[in-house]
């Protein structure tokens, strides 16, 4: 006897569901790519003293290298998050990644300064749509209540790459050249890349505010559970949200109360970019102006980037729970923690105990805006939403080594440039406690289904 076709509810269906298999194997091929995106990513601060003497670079044209990368991504994140919400996320995350291998492999190939930096630009456009898009698909299939701590869970696969980076620069660089590095990076992409060809599913929630393909929709929601038994011939409807539509205009994301979650979205999120990118660019070579050797400052650094993806992942469940607010919770913590190094009163011997602990708070704190920069918009726009945000926010990424290049090279005492730092999570924790004041406004959302 044939199965009369239902409504589906895709929305509710999916969030009173718990986490499954199908929600864990997406999150450990999105972790695995965002690893080596964070290890390539970071390897241009570990490889920096290399290129550095390579090219016999002063600290203002080191700063641009790392800028350029940064001005990539930020091109990248507005490109790929409208590509992503026209053709959809499977695709662009596919061939981001492939187009992000194998630039990492050509920067090995560079010759000059000029070659380097637009390498450099080129391989940031590809990894700015990356990041943002991984989290977008990964929000559209798991429950409101574990989005924060999902796309947390993600981004310690970012840190785990940046952490790797440090170590791995230390046993290549010496043997293989800086250019070693980058090979190993580039292949290292592709292999995971190969792998979301095999495996990374498109979005059901946004083919369903599309109006598209109703034979994969089902084809998903089996996969994620066969005993729902959808078909081709079902409806599936978004309680939660009303029908995308078929286009993006930048308008869309200062709609009814992301007047202000927007503005304040990227306020917070350009400060905290220029804090870690200062921090992750020039923070090995900040150590080493202070006396320590070059081999301790990477492993400090890389020791940092995990402690902050754990103290990150602690924090997201209560944010889960209480919503954007705790967001300002390490940004607060920050903030004397800086002061107190930035006007030199801690001792040489209890310096690097300290850089850890302020890192861990400044790089929590990113996860922290990392985590909320998806979650105010519907499936419609999500992916612009959190493309845009991570662009605008590569503003303060520009900044933070242009400032470290500067700096350097002005003479000023290198420890006072925490105190100037100091003034990024203000910023933040403000920022996250007005969001939460907006959210907290909002009523809840009802969904019904049919059948």
């Known amino acids: 006897m044939a199965i009369a076709p239902r409504t589906i509810d895709v929305a509710k269906l999916i969030e009173e569901r718990k986490l499954g298999g199908f929600n864990y194997k997406l999150i450990i091929i999105s972790w695995l790519i ?60 596919v061939a981001a990644a492939f187009t992000f291998g194998v630039l990492t492999i050509a920067t090995a190939l560079a010759q000059t300064l000029p070659q380097f930096i637009v390498l450099r630009f080129l391989n940031g456009l590809a990894i700015g ?9 990964n929000i559209e299939f798991v429950p409101g209540r574990f989005r924060s701590t999902v796309v947390t869970v993600i981004m310690m696969g970012y840190s785990i790459g940046t952490a790797s980076a440090g170590p791995l620069t230390n046993w290549i660089a010496p043997h293989h050249g800086w250019e070693g590095v980058y090979v190993v990076g580039g292949v290292g992409t592709l292999v995971c890349a190969v792998l979301l060809l095999a495996y990374l599913p498109e979005s059901a929630r946004f083919l369903v505010t599309r109006g598209l393909r109703p034979d994969k929709v089902a084809v998903i929601l089996n996969r994620i559970d066969p ?18 539509g078929a286009g993006f205009h930048v308008r869309q994301l200062f709609k009814g109360d992301l007047a202000k979650i927007t503005p304040l979205l990227w306020l917070g999120y350009i400060a905290s970019s220029l804090a870690v990118y200062f921090w992750s660019s020039w923070g090995p070579l900040v150590l080493e102006s202070l006396e320590f050797p070059r081999k301790t400052a990477a492993l400090v650094s890389s020791l940092s980037g995990v402690l902050g993806a754990v103290g990150g992942l602690l924090l997201m469940r209560f944010t889960d729970r209480r919503g954007p607010r705790m967001v300002a919770f390490y940004p607060t913590l920050a903030v004397p923690v800086l002061l107190v190094m930035g006007m030199g009163l801690v001792s040489h011997d ?35 939403g959190a493309g845009w945000a991570t662009s605008v926010a590569k503003v303060g990424a520009v900044l933070g ?3 470290g290049g500067y700096i350097l090279a002005s003479g ?24 939460g004041a907006v959210v907290s406004k909002r009523p809840r959302s009802a969904t019904t289904i049919s059948s």
Do not use: K, N
């Open 129 to 137: 749509g990356m990041l943002p898009l991984s989290w977008a698909l």
């Open 227 to 244: 005993a729902i038994g959808a078909t081709p011939a079902d409806t599936f409807t978004l309680g939660d949200e009303a029908h995308g």
């Open 34 to 93: 965002t690893a080596f995106d964070g290890f390539d990513q970071m390897m241009i601060s570990y490889t920096a003293p290399y290129i550095r003497d390579q090219f016999h670079l002063s600290p203002t044209q080191l700063s641009w290298v790392f800028s350029a990368g940064t001005a990539g991504m930020m091109a990248g994140g507005f490109f790929f998050a409208w590509l992503a919400d026209v053709i959809g996320r499977r695709p662009t995350i």
């Open 401 to 403: 080594p242009l400032l």
């Open 412 to 435: 000023m005492p290198v420890i006072r440039s925490y105190t100037l730092l100091a003034a990024c999570p203000v910023i933040l924790a403000l920022s996250a406690l007005a969001i």
């Open 350 to 384: 209890w310096f690097l105990p300290v850089q850890v602990v302020a890192a861990l708070l400044v790089s929590g704190a990113h996860f922290g805006i990392h985590s909320i920069a998806g979650i105010f918009y519907p499936s419609a726009i999500r992916a612009s």
